[in-house]
């Protein structure tokens, strides 16, 4: 049970990041919460910068646009409804990427 909560969220996070339209300056993240409770303290940390947000509600999503300005790998880290932290390494991005 401990990777599911994770994985659950960290998986959709990629998931909607490589499904969103092409043509934009910008990525369009999805964070959609799966793991059954409210999760906490959310920050995806990309190459220069990061964003996040407070909670997440289950079932809810939080959207965010980015513009990509070096390379390197994601990673979201988030305090789970049991008071856990986890964090996750997600795929590296490409400056300029756009999408």
């Known amino acids: 049970m401990p990777l599911r909560m994770p994985l659950a969220l960290t998986a959709t996070f990629v998931v909607c990041l490589s499904l ?4 934009s300056a910008f990525v369009q993240a999805d964070i959609v919460n799966h793991t059954g409770g409210t999760v906490q303290l959310i920050e995806v940390d990309y190459p220069d910068a990061s964003f996040g947000t407070q909670q997440i509600a289950p079932g809810a999503t939080y959207q965010y646009r980015f513009k990509i300005l070096d390379s390197g790998p994601l990673k979201i880290s988030f305090t789970g409804f049991d008071n856990k932290a986890w964090t996750a390494t997600g795929p590296s991005v ?6």
Do not use: D, F, M, S
């Not at 969103?20 to 043509?23: D, S, T």
């Not at 490409?94 to 999408?99: A, P, S, T």
């Open 94 to 99: 490409h400056q300029n990427q756009e999408g």
């Open 20 to 23: 969103v339209a092409c043509r």
